[in-house]
């Protein structure tokens, strides 16, 4: 059986990523992500749990499958907030200890972009309002497109 890959695709940053999606290690998440797909939504990003980009999804599950602390989450792993039905994808090392359940992984290869989408989402939440010349996107709604690869 072929792997499941969903692509992610920030059009503002001319960025997107592809994720290898768990069917066996997380069947009921990322079964429902993958029905869901193809779905646009807004990117946001964590304040203080550390680098870690957010988007909500039209997914609604309780199932908490391949359970991992965020302290212990790496880089490119994804993972599934059941009580706030983001996608959360993890680009460097976080710091609460709670957890959340992996549903996929970035491609090794796609992990420099995501690293820069990262930054450049963090950029936009923390800019002052309207300081254009600062970050031209400061404050703005980021588009971000999921689909089937």
């Known amino acids: 059986m072929s792997k499941k890959t969903l692509k992610m695709s920030w059009p503002a940053f001319d960025a997107s990523i592809r994720i ?7 069947p ?8 869901a ?3 646009k939504t807004i990117q946001s990003h964590a304040l203080i749990t550390g680098p870690m980009l957010l988007a909500t999804a039209p997914v609604l599950t309780l199932a ?5 602390l965020y302290t212990d989450v790496q880089p490119g792993e994804c993972l599934y907030g059941a009580g706030s039905q983001n996608l959360i994808i993890c680009y460097g090392g976080l710091t609460e200890p709670e ?3 992996i ?5 090794p290869e796609d992990l420099d972009t995501l690293v820069k989408v990262g930054h ?9 309002y309207g300081n254009d010349e600062l970050n031209p996107l ?11 690869a």
Request: proline letters at 4%; hydrophobic letters at 45%.
């Open 99 to 101: 957890g959340a359940g």
């Open 20 to 26: 290898e999606v768990y069917d066996d290690k997380a």
């Open 103 to 107: 549903w996929g992984k970035v491609y």
């Open 64 to 68: 908490r499958e391949n359970l991992k």
């Open 138 to 148: 400061s404050k703005r709604n980021i588009l971000v497109v999921c689909e089937r």
């Open 120 to 128: 450049k989402a963090w950029a936009n939440l923390i800019a002052p």
């Open 28 to 35: 009921t998440v990322a079964g429902k992500i993958w029905d």
């Open 37 to 39: 797909l193809p779905f």
